[in-house]
């Protein structure tokens, strides 16, 4: 059963604090991403990771951090949260080499909310 | 600026009718289009993608249209269902240029009534 798993689903923070978003997949999909989805925005893409250790900035990498140290795992960190970091994060995979748009494969999101 | 937009926020369709979701982009080099579904707290997952050197795809009920020179893609439903209510999002990214990037509209939500 192909899958794309985060946790937590929800997660409330306050400002200064440090936040870890975890997301795995066991399709062995080379190519994972973060995205965050904001009302009237759409997805934006924060980083996207072509392999273990090889990461790459999105559109709005600003605040973030991301770890990738085995295949199926990829870690979004956020170092002293901000309020306009309250969003849902959504975590994909996809199974090319990242060289090419394809389909990206999704997990059920982690809402965040900072206060 | 917004490289891909959709420029209806939400639609509402009777069930059995047709219904247009259009998108719209600025970037020429895009050359794969999709459409993604999304159900309240849940995932996006692909509906239906075409890439360029075709103008229409067609899966069941479901067609993509491609206007390259316009820069314009939409969605045809037909026989609309009520579990076709969803958030629709179209994506657009380029299969040359090195890059999986794919760029989301804001996204269109659909309901369709009994």
């Known amino acids: 059963d192909m899958k794309v798993t985060q946790m937590p689903r929800y997660l409330i923070k306050r400002m200064g604090e440090n936040v870890l978003l975890e997301c795995g997949q066991d399709?062995?999909?080379?190519?994972m991403y973060w995205y965050r989805q904001d009302p009237g925005l759409g997805l934006q893409l924060i980083y996207i990771s072509y392999d273990v250790d090889s990461n790459s900035e999105g559109d709005i990498p600003k605040g973030y951090r991301v770890s990738r140290k085995k295949r199926e795992h990829f870690s979004l960190i956020l170092d002293s949260a901000k309020t306009n970091q309250t969003s849902v994060y959504f975590c994909?995979?996809?199974?090319?080499?990242?060289?090419?748009?394809?389909?990206?494969?999704f997990g059920s999101g982690t809402r965040l909310t900072v206060l | 600026g917004q490289q891909v937009k959709q420029s209806s926020p939400s639609l509402t369709v009777q069930e059995g009718g047709i219904l247009i979701l259009n998108c719209d982009y600025e970037n020429d080099m895009f050359d794969y289009f999709a459409w993604y579904k999304k159900y309240p707290d849940n995932s996006p997952t692909l509906l239906i993608s075409?890439?360029?050197?075709?103008d229409k795809r067609e899966d069941g009920r479901f067609t993509v249209f491609l206007n390259k020179s316009g820069k314009h893609f939409s969605l045809h439903i037909t026989a609309s269902q009520p579990e076709d209510t969803a958030v629709y999002l179209c994506a657009a990214g380029a299969n040359q240029g090195g890059s999986a990037k794919l760029i989301f509209g804001e996204g269109t939500k659909l309901t369709v009534s009994s």
């Open positions: 075409v890439r360029s050197n075709v």
């Open positions: 399709m062995s999909h080379e190519t």
């Open positions: 994909a995979s996809s199974c090319g080499t990242g060289t090419s748009a394809e389909t990206l494969y």
